[in-house]
């Protein structure tokens, strides 16, 4: 088993690059946040305790992200590729990951540190709409859908994510930094650390990393 972490603030393209990576080269997207929203979907005890958390832009406390990691890491097989989306955000969570990838004699093989600077990052989630049954994400004015609303795939209808308003935007982006400034230096001393200037076209950011990773950019 190997695995790569997406490390970087909101907005700075992770979902679609991991889609990219997922696709191209068969790494399994495994993000926190999405899990997250499926289990307030599903309204289980633990998706009624993160929403209010969620809601917020505030961290989710590490007793539960924690727990739904372990419960979804336990069915993956020994060869598979992970790529982790959103987690860790905390030392705690770092701690546990590390924890489980060598009981399972897994390597951490790069953090990829996406990076962008903070006006972008708030004008690409204001804009950011999601498709509600197949999730393929579009932006108001970058990647504007055919038609307003509605998805070019499927056609299901768009909306737009509870905490993507600009007062929680603000407020993630502030956690985030707060969080993850010890992460970045974590896994900056632990040498697996790469910065990605992700303020680019998402083709050069993806290709980078696939450079970096080994893996061909044509053929995966
Ligand atoms: P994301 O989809 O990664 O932007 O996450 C959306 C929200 O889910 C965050 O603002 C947090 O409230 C929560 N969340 C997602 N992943 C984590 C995590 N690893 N630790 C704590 N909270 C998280």
């Known amino acids: 088993m190997k695995a790569i972490i997406l490390l970087g603030p909101p907005g700075a393209g992770k979902g679609t690059i991991a889609e990219r990576l997922r696709s191209g080269a068969g790494y399994i997207h495994v993000s926190t946040g999405d899990m997250l929203r499926e289990a307030i979907k599903s309204g289980t005890p633990s998706g009624m305790e993160a929403d209010v958390f ?28 992970l790529m982790f989306d959103g987690f860790p955000r905390t030392l705690k969570q770092a701690d546990m990951l590390g924890g489980m990838l060598s009981r399972k004699g ?27 049954s197949c999730g393929v994400n579009y932006h108001v004015r970058n990647v504007p859908p ?9 056609g299901g209808e768009l909306y737009q994510r509870a905490d993507d308003h600009e007062d929680t935007i603000k407020n993630r982006l502030e956690v985030y930094k707060r969080q993850t400034s010890d992460l ?11 910065r990605v200037d992700s303020s680019r076209d998402v083709n050069e950011v993806v290709g980078d990393m696939m ?10």
Request: glycine content about 8%; proline content about 2%; some cysteine.
């Open 54 to 81: 969620m809601k917020r832009g505030d961290l989710v406390p590490d007793s539960i992200i924690i727990s739904i990691v372990e419960d979804r890491l336990s069915g993956f097989d020994s060869d598979a590729s």
């Open 106 to 132: 897994a390597v951490l093989k790069r953090v990829f540190f996406l990076d962008a600077p903070d006006d972008l990052l708030v004008s690409r989630l204001c804009g950011r709409r999601i498709c509600r």
């Open 146 to 154: 055919k038609k307003t609303g509605i998805c070019d795939v499927c």
């Open 184 to 194: 970045i230096k974590r896994y900056e001393a632990d040498g697996v650390l790469l």
């Open 211 to 220: 450079d970096d990773l080994g893996i061909c950019r044509c053929c995966g």
